[in-house]
């Protein structure tokens, strides 16, 4: 590591977060854990990890509160390897563990529109909607928020069609599949028409937005 390392900066265009205490790790001291990639990570890099942790015999209900989950996710968001989390003290540890399920929840961030973004209650007009955090840019067209009203129409024909995708990618042994966010993704895939890549190239940060809209249908109907 080199000497511009010792005081974590922001990288441009991310963010960092602050520590509570000097953190020195392989004779570097940080006052910052940098997120310079946050921006990077997509709804496809949560199921990478989601996955990942599936294979380890972890399956967190809730991912986003959950260390292993939000350790991977602060290894790809600041470039820094594994054990530079682990061996964290726990204050500074949760620190980090905070920041990240604050952005994964939204609760980091200002919506683009209107104050009503909750993505896990359904509206008056009965239509499920996914609405983004941001605008996501997608095959030249500029997407606020998708439609997810025809998940409920799913059938056990989908559902079998769903199994049968996760099988194959190794996911079979996911104990509850509506919180999966590859289920997920493959869900509104089906239930909208889109490839299932348009969900996967979201900012990671919709990874929570879609597996709420989904699963919701599949446990509240």
């Given at each position: 590591?080199n000497?511009?390392?010792k005081n974590?900066?922001?990288?441009?265009g991310g963010?960092?977060?602050?520590?509570?205490?000097?953190?020195t790790f392989e004779g570097?001291?940080?006052?910052e854990?940098?997120?310079?990639?946050m921006?990077?990570l997509?709804?496809?890099?949560?199921?990478?990890?989601?996955?990942?942790l599936?294979?380890?015999?972890k399956q967190?209900i809730?991912?986003?509160?959950d260390?292993?989950?939000?350790?991977?996710?602060?290894?790809?968001?600041s470039?820094?390897?594994a054990?530079?989390?682990?061996w964290?003290?726990?204050?500074?540890?949760?620190?980090?563990?905070?920041?990240l399920?604050?952005?994964?929840?939204?609760?980091a961030?200002?919506?683009?529109?209107?104050?009503?973004t909750?993505?896990?209650?359904?509206?008056?007009d009965g239509?499920?909607?996914?609405?983004?955090?941001a605008p996501?840019?997608?095959?030249?067209?500029?997407?606020?928020?998708?439609?997810?009203?025809?998940?409920?129409?799913l059938t056990?024909i989908?559902?079998?069609?769903?199994?049968?995708q996760?099988?194959?990618?190794?996911?079979?042994?996911?104990?509850?599949?509506?919180?999966?966010?590859?289920?997920?993704?493959?869900a509104?895939?089906r239930?909208?028409?889109?490839?299932?890549?348009?969900?996967y190239?979201?900012p990671?940060?919709e990874?929570?937005?879609?597996?709420?809209?989904?699963?919701?249908a599949?446990f509240?109907?």
């Open positions: 590591m000497e511009q390392e974590v900066m922001a990288a441009p963010a960092a977060i602050p520590l509570p205490r000097p953190y570097t001291v940080y006052t854990v940098p997120l310079g990639n921006d990077r997509t709804v496809k890099s949560a199921c990478n990890i989601q996955r990942l599936l294979k380890r015999g967190p809730v991912p986003e509160i260390l292993d989950y939000l350790i991977e996710v602060a290894v790809r968001a470039g820094k390897p054990e530079f989390f682990k964290m003290r726990l204050p500074e540890l949760d620190a980090v563990k905070n920041h399920t604050g952005l994964l929840f939204g609760d961030g200002e919506s683009d529109g209107d104050e009503d909750a993505n896990d209650e359904l509206p008056e239509r499920r909607v996914l609405r983004l955090a996501y840019e997608w095959d030249g067209e500029t997407v606020r928020e998708v439609d997810l009203s025809r998940v409920d129409e056990g989908d559902a079998l069609a769903l199994k049968m996760m099988d194959k990618m190794g996911l079979g042994n996911a104990v509850i599949p509506a919180l999966n966010y590859s289920y997920c993704c493959m509104a895939a239930a909208t028409g889109r490839p299932v890549e348009f969900f190239g979201m990671i940060v990874a929570t937005n879609i597996k709420n809209v989904v699963s919701s599949v509240l109907t």
